[in-house]
């Protein structure tokens, strides 16, 4: 779950990392009002779940009212890389010194926290780590042991901060660490990392992921999910309590099972297709849940063909042929379906689909034959009778 700039300086603050206080807004007379209650100079900045807003004009500075007024008027309702700008963060402009770059993510290969810092912030970072490499020091957590002050100390002289602040860059790291370690976030980013001419070190921007798995353990975060701005089919699925990722493809996909639905993403990618969604009907999916899925994934008009991989261990094949000829007499849809049916009762549920004769239902019976004739089907190929 990402976080707007302005929510994740807010968690930024509850641990003690410095940021400047503003106001969210939503229309230029709430955005004058603010501006006048936070004191000249501010900066005008657009929340939307994307970064490079500053070079797409989405962050301005403005001396007074006249420029307040002006700028919010641009910068509400502006498209931001497709992100409509529906909010603005209002906050009162800070001096710059110097611009640095701090981060924290999972690093999974190295099963360990990474903690990235850098004096050439406030830029693309990743042109840092592809042209000055030696620039942006990475340095793994022990997530048993935690950060130590020493350590922290040490990346911000390795890095080369100011000696004046490094005691100001150590205390932003460790609170860095805190959100991550506390919030059960997955990145903690600030870029830029400010130092202000009286020194002070401040968190100017946020980049804040938290792992929506843990959201139970934190109320108080809840309501910082942005619905608006979720994918709608991913907030429909959420509400329907459907395990859905819309993925770029056109090919939908439903298997039972976080594991199985895994490979089968995979399979189509070997067999050169290219995926619609991830979708697990769980285990014991009934007619019933097989009804809304299809309703589903056929929402996605991207989707020009659809494969089911179930492999029935508590859940019953003939249940799930059951729910799919249920499914096309309802919402008869008018592409193709592959359906692989193994294990508990599949013979019983390929008979039943058999009976049923649904138009445009293909039975597979391994994974790699179901994936073959997907992708096919997928691109409009006619496919022959299963072998
Ligand atoms: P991003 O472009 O989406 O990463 O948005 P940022 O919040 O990082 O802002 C982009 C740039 O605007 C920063 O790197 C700063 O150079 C500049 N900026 C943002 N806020 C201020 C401010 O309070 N004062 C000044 N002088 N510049 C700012
Ligand atoms: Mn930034």
Redesign the pocket.
């Known amino acids: 779950m990402d976080l707007l700039e302005y929510q994740g300086k807010q968690l930024f603050a509850r641990h003690g990392l410095r940021v400047s206080s503003g106001k969210a807004v939503d229309s230029v007379e709430d955005a004058v009002a603010a501006a006048g209650e936070i004191g000249y100079p501010v900066v005008v900045k657009a929340q939307v779940l994307i ?1 490079g807003r ?1 070079k797409a004009g989405g962050v301005k500075l403005a001396a007074d009212e006249a420029e307040v007024r002006e700028h919010a008027q641009n910068i509400l309702g502006m498209d931001i890389k497709g992100h409509t700008v529906r909010t603005v963060w209002i906050e009162h402009a800070s001096d710059i010194a110097s611009e640095y770059y701090a981060s924290i993510l999972l690093d999974r290969s190295a099963k360990k926290p990474l903690l990235m810092f850098s004096i050439e912030g ?1 830029v693309d970072i990743e042109e840092v780590a592809e042209k000055t490499p030696e620039k942006l020091i990475r340095h793994h957590i022990d997530p048993l042991a935690g950060l130590s002050r020493d350590e922290a100390l040490q990346v911000a002289r390795e890095g080369k901060a100011d000696e004046d602040i490094v005691e100001g860059v150590a205390d932003a790291l460790l609170a860095l660490y805190e959100v991550w370690l506390e919030e059960d976030a997955t990145l903690a980013e600030i ?2 990392l400010i130092v202000t001419p009286e020194r002070e070190v401040k968190a ?2 946020s980049k804040v992921s938290l792992d929506g798995n843990a959201l139970y353990r934190h109320p108080e975060n809840q309501s910082l999910s942005d619905s608006e701005n979720e994918d709608p089919l991913e907030r429909r699925a959420k509400e329907e309590g459907v395990q859905y990722v819309k993925l770029d493809g056109n090919i939908g996909i439903l298997g039972n099972g976080a594991g199985l639905v895994m490979s089968t993403l995979d399979v189509v990618a070997q067999a050169g297709g290219s995926p619609a969604n991830f979708l697990d009907a769980g285990g014991g999916s009934n007619a019933e849940t097989i009804k809304q899925a299809v309703d589903l994934i056929l929402a996605n008009t991207a989707v020009t063909a659809v494969l089911f991989n179930i492999f029935g261990g508590i859940t019953r094949c003939d249940e799930v042929a059951e729910g799919l000829i249920a499914a096309f007499g309802e919402i008869k849809p008018t592409v193709p379906f592959v359906v692989r049916l193994d294990g508990t009762n599949d013979e019983e549920g390929r008979r039943l689909l058999a009976e049923a004769d649904l138009p445009n239902v293909h039975p597979a019976k391994t994974m790699n034959e179901a994936a073959e004739k997907v992708v096919a089907l997928a691109a409009g190929e006619a496919v022959g009778a299963s072998a």
């Open positions: 970064g500053g406030g870029n830029p100017l921007d």
